[in-house]
């Protein structure tokens, strides 16, 4: 597995997810332009990942851990709540990740 291709693609779609979020606040073009040319270089870097990957494992584990980061950061930089559900799901969702592995 070639973990710099996994990383680039979660830190692009935690970026574009966060400038989707700015560009719904506040209906500035420039984030949604910034959105959609990162999730254009997306799509190069899961061709790179499933050609040692499988595509369920690797989407799922990009995906995942995307989702964590994302769900983090809007806490920190959105003030979103942090449920106990939220919590419980990032757990389950590292699980996930080890499981898929394996």
Do not use: D, H, P
């Not at 997810?17 to 990162?38: A, C, D, H, R, V």
């Amino acid at each position: 597995m070639n973990i710099i291709w996994f990383l680039i693609a979660i830190i692009l779609i935690i970026i574009s997810n966060t400038s989707l979020k700015y560009y719904s606040q506040k209906k500035e073009k420039g984030f949604l332009f910034i959105s959609t040319l990162l999730y254009i270089i997306l799509v190069y870097c899961y061709s790179k990942i499933y050609e040692k990957e499988n595509v369920s494992s690797g989407f799922i584990i990009v995906n995942v851990s995307a989702l964590i980061g994302i769900t983090i950061l809007g806490f920190f930089l959105f003030n979103e709540n942090m449920t106990n559900y939220k919590i419980a799901g990032i757990i389950l969702s590292i699980v996930s990740i080890y499981l898929m592995r394996i």
